[in-house]
C-alpha cells in the first residue's frame, strides 16, 4: 500500500519568504557568486571527509519518509540504519513546505527532506550546505535528470541528495466527464459542466499550475518559467485563478480527503498525483490521470544537510542510507512516488512499480516543472524585470481562494 505527504506546501510562507532571507540583495562577502538568474549564495562551506558517526540524527521529513514500524510494523528502514551505522534517528514530521524551512532555521535538526518550493529559501537562507556527493556512494546511481537542477544545485553546486519525484496530474471520473480532456484547459473553464465539482491544489506553488497553462494559451505574455513571473505575468496567473474560484468545488492538501472526494463523484475533475489515482482505482471508481499537452508541474524532494548540523558524520550517513537501492525502493513504494536511485527498480516488491511511477521513462520527466522557489531574480536568466516572489505568491493565493 502506498502513502503520501500531507498536506504539503499549505500557505503560511510570509514570514520566511525570500526577502527576509535575504535573497533579494548583495549579500557581500558571504556571497559565493550568483546563482540562477544573480540569485546569491551565502558562503556556507562544505564538508570534506566523514569522521566517526556522532550517535544520533535529527530529521525534519515528509510522512512516510522515515518509518520505524511505529505506523505499519512491516514498514521499517529506519531500525535497519540504526543497527548498521549507531546513529539513533530522531524524526521531525512537517506538514508544509514552510515549517520545514522555519524548523531548519532553528538549528535543532540536521537534515531535511525538502521539496523544490522551500530548497532554494534554505540556500538563500545559509540554512543548508553544499553537499559532497564523494561522501555519498549512493550518489552515482542516481538518475541524472535528477542531478545539478535549478531546486537542488547553484552554480553547479549540488545542495543535496535527490530523493524521489513526481507529477501532478490531470485526473477525472471517465463515467462522469464523456469528453475525455488532453488540456488544463479543463479545469479552468469558466463555463465548465462540472461547476463545484472541480477539484484544485490547496498551496501558494499551485500559481504555477495557472502560469503553466498560460505559457501555450496566452503566448503573448512570454511566460517562459512557471515559477519565474514578471508582475504582468503573475497578474494573469492570478487572475486565471480567480476566475477558476467559481467552479471549485473544493481544494484539497491532504490526499486522502481528495481520493474520497473522486471515489464519492464529489469531484470528477482536477490535479491529483499518481498515488491519488492508484488508490481511486483500487476502489473500483472509474477515474483515468494523463499529463496533459501542456505539461504538467511536480515535484523533487531533496536531502539537504543543515549549514551547522551537530550531528554531520551520521547526516551523511542518513542521505547515502536513504537513497540506496533498498530503502529508496521502500519509501517510494510506501509514499508514492518515483525513486531517485536508477537501482531501485530492481528492489520493488511490485515488479511494475517504476513502470506506473514512470521512474526510469525520462521523456516523460522532460514534461514536469519541478517545483522552483520562485525569488525576486527571475530564474527565466532575465535581468531587465524584477520576478515575483515566493512571499507575495502566498498574498495572492490568500486572496486569489477568499
Known sequence: MWSTRMALAAAAALAIGLAAAGCGGDSGDK???????????????????????EGQV???????????????????????????????????????SDE????????????VSASGDASLRLIASGSVAPVNTALVPNYADIFAGLKNKP?????????????????NLLMWRTDKVKQAPDSWGAVFDPNSPYKGKVTAYDSPIYI??????????????????????????????????????????EYWSDYTKAVQSFKSGDTVLGTTWQVITNYVLDAKAPVKAIVPKEGSTGWS??????????????????????VSPKANAQVAEWFGEAPAN?????????????????????????????????????????????????????????????
Not at 503566448?219 to 517562459?224: A, D
Not at 539537504?304 to 542521505?319: F, L, S
Request: charged fraction near 20%.
Open 31 to 53: 556571497a559565493t557568486g550568483a546563482g540562477q538568474g544573480g540569485f546569491r549564495v551565502p558562503k556556507v562551506p562544505m564538508q570534506k571527509s566523514l569522521g566517526k558517526g
Open 58 to 96: 535529527n530529521l525534519v521529513a515528509w510522512a512516510g519518509y522515515a518509518e520505524d514500524g511505529s505506523n505499519e510494523k512491516t514498514v521499517d528502514w529506519v531500525h535497519p540504519f540504526e543497527k548498521q551505522t549507531g546513529c539513533k534517528v530522531n524524526t521531525k514530521i512537517a506538514g508544509t
Open 100 to 111: 520545514m524551512v522555519a524548523l531548519m532555521k532553528t538549528g535543532q535538526y540536521d537534515t
Open 151 to 167: 531546486w537542488n544545485s547553484v552554480n553547479g553546486v549540488p545542495y543535496g541528495v535527490p530523493h524521489g519525484r513526481g507529477a
Open 208 to 249: 504555477a499550475d495557472a502560469a503553466l497553462y498560460l505559457m501555450s494559451s496566452r503566448p503573448e505574455l512570454g511566460i517562459k518559467d512557471p515559477y519565474a513571473l514578471d508582475q504582468k505575468q503573475f497578474d494573469a496567473a492570478a487572475a486565471l485563478l480567480k476566475q477558476q474560484r467559481g467552479i471549485v468545488g
Open 301 to 322: 524532494d531533496t536531502w539537504m544537510i543543515a549549514a551547522k548540523a551537530k550531528h554531520p558524520n551520521c547526516a551523511y550517513q542518513w542521505m547515502n542510507y536513504i
Open 342 to 402: 536508477a537501482k531501485a527498480c530492481q528492489e520493488t516488491s511490485d515488479e511494475k512499480f517504476c513502470d506506473t511511477f514512470h521512474a526510469t521513462d525520462e521523456t516523460y520527466f522532460s514534461k514536469v516543472h519541478f517545483w522552483t522557489t520562485p525569488i525576486a531574480q527571475c530564474l527565466d536568466g532575465r535581468k531587465d524585470v524584477k520576478c515575483v516572489d515566493y512571499a507575495k505568491w502566498t498574498q495572492a493565493w490568500t486572496a486569489i481562494k477568499g
